[in-house]
């Protein structure tokens, strides 16, 4: 008989497998953050400063306030342990995975390098003339290795020039890695600069590599369903992670188990449990969220997992607008409580909570607990003070329970 979870189980183990229910270190390290990177496996790029950037977020979200400075020495140095690719979207991942995504970078290869009349191939002259910049010079900024005529060319591809985007080819064809980021800016260099020469010799077949991956899904996810781990590395093959799921639960490492709730057109769906994941009793966690963070970024799993609908709002105008320009899910226990849309108002050192939605059956204290995680996320972007919009069903008991905080008529 397949074993059974509580919606409640499975919550806590998903939060254990992603680190919430580890009590928080005293002060965070370097050793914390990559300790924290090894149960996540990726974390997703985002450029969007409103509050602070994505890739901050998650080890904010388990660990508590750090020194983002401790991060930038693991993601932006030279020759670091961690690298840039798509691995979900835009992500760090290790160094050491990058033979994994082999038949990533040979898929992008064959799609957009390898059509004679395609724009990449018309490009061979400034293709082989970056490919010489690179070797002879780099790491290097596009900026640093473009010439007139190739950065007097611009297209509708961002609005780059023809270097950049021959750069950003050869980076998705595994050509070409990101060294490190100055600013927000990549420098980039041939792979061979980079990535360690063990790695680039053992690329790992597509079937071995995929299964690998649908392993780390599962075990970074606690339990989920073939969609589930499909959508952390972004494999995008049904048939391919079935049979990665089937060879899994074969060999041991997943269990076959079915949730209260899951469910399709009133039949159960196929979910499996990693035979490492913990089940905690509880789970004391009171945080905000990036709506990237791996907990919540697969929109349909955060639905069945948490019961929640979220949809990231940048690109929608303000008039139209529910819940504001960029707001982050509210975590508290096992529950996602709420969301709330904040900016860092940096001239006035001010965090500002432009407004504040609860989901259904909110509990009684969670205004007390977000305002405690607001004062904390306050002094960790360096902000003095936080004031508190009129927006959202739970402005008013925000405002309440930070009496010391302003009010102010939000936007979003």
Same mark, same amino acid.
């Given at each position: 008989?397949? !074993?059974?979870?509580?919606?409640?189980?499975?919550?806590?183990?998903?939060?254990?497998?992603?680190?919430?229910?580890?009590?928080?270190?005293?002060?965070?390290?370097?050793?914390?953050?990559?300790?924290?990177?090894?149960?996540?496996?990726?974390?997703?790029?985002?450029?969007?400063?409103?509050?602070?950037?994505?890739?901050?977020? =998650?080890?904010?979200?388990?660990?508590?306030?750090?020194?983002?400075?401790?991060?930038?020495?693991?993601?932006?140095?030279?020759? *670091?342990?961690?690298?840039?690719?798509?691995?979900?979207?835009?992500?760090?991942? !290790?160094?050491?995975? &990058?033979?994994?995504?082999?038949?990533?970078?040979?898929?992008?290869?064959? %799609?957009?390098? /390898? #059509?004679? #009349?395609?724009?990449?191939?018309?490009?061979?002259?400034?293709?082989? &003339?970056?490919?010489?910049?690179?070797?002879?010079?780099?790491?290097?900024? $596009?900026?640093?290795?473009?010439? #007139?005529?190739?950065?007097?060319?611009? *297209?509708?591809?961002?609005? &780059? $020039?023809?270097? %950049?985007?021959?750069?950003?080819?050869? &980076?998705?064809?595994?050509?070409?890695?990101?060294?490190?980021?100055?600013?927000? @800016?990549?420098?980039?260099?041939?792979?061979?600069?980079?990535? =360690?020469?063990?790695?680039?010799?053992? !690329?790992?077949?597509?079937?071995?590599?995929?299964?690998?991956?649908?392993?780390?899904?599962?075990?970074?996810?606690?339990?989920?369903?073939?969609?589930?781990?499909?959508?952390?590395?972004?494999?995008?093959?049904?048939?391919?992670?079935?049979?990665?799921?089937?060879?899994?639960?074969?060999?041991?490492?997943?269990?076959?188990?079915?949730?209260?709730?899951?469910?399709?057109?009133?039949?159960?769906?196929?979910?499996?449990?990693?035979?490492?994941?913990?089940?905690?009793?509880?789970?004391?966690?009171?945080?905000?969220?990036? =709506?990237?963070?791996?907990?919540?970024?697969?929109?349909?799993?955060? @639905?069945?997992?948490?019961?929640?609908?979220?949809?990231?709002?940048?690109?929608? !105008?303000?008039? %139209?607008?529910?819940?504001?320009?960029? /707001?982050?899910?509210?975590?508290?226990?096992?529950?996602?409580?709420?969301?709330?849309?904040?900016?860092?108002?940096?001239?006035? /050192?001010?965090?500002?909570?432009?407004?504040?939605?609860?989901?259904?059956?909110?509990? $009684?204290?969670?205004?007390?607990?977000?305002?405690?995680?607001?004062?904390?996320?306050?002094?960790?972007?360096?902000?003095?003070?936080?004031?508190?919009?009129?927006?959202?069903?739970?402005?008013?008991?925000?405002?309440?329970?930070?009496? #010391?905080?302003?009010?102010?008529?939000?936007? *979003?």
């Amino acid at each position: 008989m397949t !074993p059974s979870l509580s919606a409640s189980e499975a919550r806590r183990i998903a939060l254990a497998a992603q680190g919430f229910t580890r009590p928080r270190p005293r002060v965070p390290g370097a050793r914390h953050l990559h300790d924290t990177m090894g149960r996540m496996g990726v974390t997703q790029i985002d450029s969007v400063n409103v509050f602070a950037r994505s890739h901050y977020m =998650p080890f904010y979200s388990r660990l508590g306030p750090y020194e983002t400075e401790f991060l930038d020495e693991l993601f932006f140095q030279p020759h *670091g342990p961690y690298v840039e690719y798509w691995a979900h979207v835009a992500t760090f991942m !290790p160094a050491a995975d &990058w033979a994994l995504f082999r038949f990533r970078m040979d898929a992008y290869r064959d %799609k957009h390098g /390898s #059509d004679p #009349d395609g724009w990449f191939r018309q490009q061979a002259e400034t293709v082989d &003339w970056v490919r010489a910049e690179l070797a002879a010079r780099g790491p290097l900024r $596009s900026a640093e290795i473009e010439q #007139d005529a190739a950065a007097g060319a611009r *297209g509708p591809w961002w609005d &780059w $020039s023809t270097v %950049k985007r021959v750069l950003e080819h050869l &980076w998705l064809f595994g050509e070409v890695a990101v060294t490190e980021r100055r600013g927000f @800016e990549r420098r980039y260099a041939l792979a061979e600069q980079v990535i =360690p020469a063990e790695v680039l010799a053992h !690329p790992v077949p597509r079937d071995e590599a995929i299964r690998e991956l649908v392993r780390r899904a599962a075990r970074a996810y606690g339990v989920g369903t073939a969609a589930d781990f499909d959508d952390y590395y972004r494999l995008r093959s049904r048939r391919a992670v079935h049979a990665a799921v089937r060879e899994l639960e074969d060999a041991g490492e997943l269990e076959p188990v079915t949730v209260t709730g899951w469910e399709r057109g009133g039949r159960a769906i196929p979910a499996w449990r990693h035979r490492d994941a913990a089940l905690p009793r509880a789970s004391a966690a009171s945080t905000i969220l990036t =709506p990237f963070d791996p907990l919540v970024w697969f929109r349909e799993r955060a @639905e069945r997992l948490f019961d929640f609908h979220y949809r990231i709002e940048i690109y929608t !105008p303000e008039a %139209k607008r529910r819940f504001g320009y960029y /707001s982050l899910p509210v975590l508290q226990g096992e529950r996602v409580v709420g969301r709330v849309d904040l900016k860092a108002d940096r001239r006035a /050192s001010t965090l500002l909570a432009q407004s504040a939605w609860w989901e259904p059956e909110a509990p $009684s204290d969670a205004g007390e607990r977000l305002g405690e995680a607001l004062r904390e996320a306050a002094a960790w972007r360096g902000l003095e003070t936080v004031s508190i919009g009129r927006r959202g069903d739970a402005a008013d008991d925000l405002a309440r329970a930070m009496p #010391d905080a302003a009010r102010h008529e939000g936007r *979003g």
